[in-house]
């Protein structure tokens, strides 16, 4: 997902790295706080956010950031008991009037929370997945829409 907005790069950065960002916008990811001692970006870092879903129920996922370019990008990988569920970035990118920044989402290599559901319906998982990504889409245009509100004026 992308969203153009009027702001310089440094104001936009602040937004996206901040963790917390997120739990203010999505339907299901409620909290967010740094592990460890932590308390920025910074590759290594870890934090642990903690959602609920209708479908899934309950849980915390910890993740950790695996790459930064300062300004431009930052990504971090949800770990799961069997490897890493998902990727997750953000990337800023300047334009002559302002900025692009874009969320975006993988999911797997590794088992995430769809994997009882599609074990159990293998023939449903286009759908599941299908309707997860939706949900996901819809959590980062909230996402982008929310940053979009706070720098322009």
Known sequence: ??????CDVATLWKHVTDITL??????????????????HVEVGARFCGRSKHD??????AVCEVVEVED??????NVIGLDGIGATWGFEVEPTSDG??????????PGPSGLT?????QPDKEARIVARRLSEWQQNMQA???WIRSQVEV
Not at 1 to 6: A, D, G, H, K, L
Not at 22 to 39: I, N
Not at 55 to 60: K, L, P, S, V
Not at 71 to 76: D, G, I, L
């Open 1 to 6: 997902m992308t969203q153009r907005v009027r």
């Open 22 to 39: 997120p739990a203010r916008c999505s339907t299901e990811l409620e909290t967010v706080e740094w592990l460890d001692g932590s308390d």
């Open 55 to 60: 479908a899934f129920g309950d849980w915390e």
């Open 71 to 76: 300004q431009r990008r930052w990504v971090w």
């Open 99 to 108: 900025a692009l920044v874009r969320q975006w989402g993988r999911m797997g």
């Open 116 to 120: 009882p559901a599609i074990v159990a």
């Open 143 to 145: 996402n982008l829409e």
